[in-house]
């Protein structure tokens, strides 16, 4: 008779982890969803769980353009950061030797 492997306690503990956006999160992904600010605020709110009014200052802070897009384009935090390239190498397989068999 064959016995089926037991799992370790540990793996009957297991929780997902939920960490809300944190407001300037939520106001960016608003900007991306909508241009109109009164949605933008309404859909922070939203994300984040809160009441609009603690939501607005930010929003309308993030909404008044810059002095850097002015000239250019403004680094978002989605650009900001560092590129990553992922790439996948297949394995490599021994070549047989044309003298050994």
Do not use: C, Y
């Not at 909508?34 to 909404?63: F, H, K, W, Y």
């Amino acid at each position: 008779m064959v016995q089926k492997p037991t799992r370790s306690p540990e793996w009957n503990r297991r929780r997902t982890r939920h960490d809300p956006p944190s407001v300037e999160e939520a106001v960016t992904a608003a900007q991306g969803l909508t241009n109109n600010i009164d949605s933008q605020i309404e859909i922070a709110a939203q994300l984040m769980g809160l009441p609009e009014d603690e939501v607005r200052p930010v929003a309308l802070e993030a909404s008044v353009p810059s002095r850097l897009s002015a000239g250019g384009t403004a680094l978002t935090p989605f650009k900001a950061g560092r590129t990553i390239t992922v790439e996948r190498r297949s394995h490599r397989l021994p070549l047989a030797k044309a003298g050994h068999r």
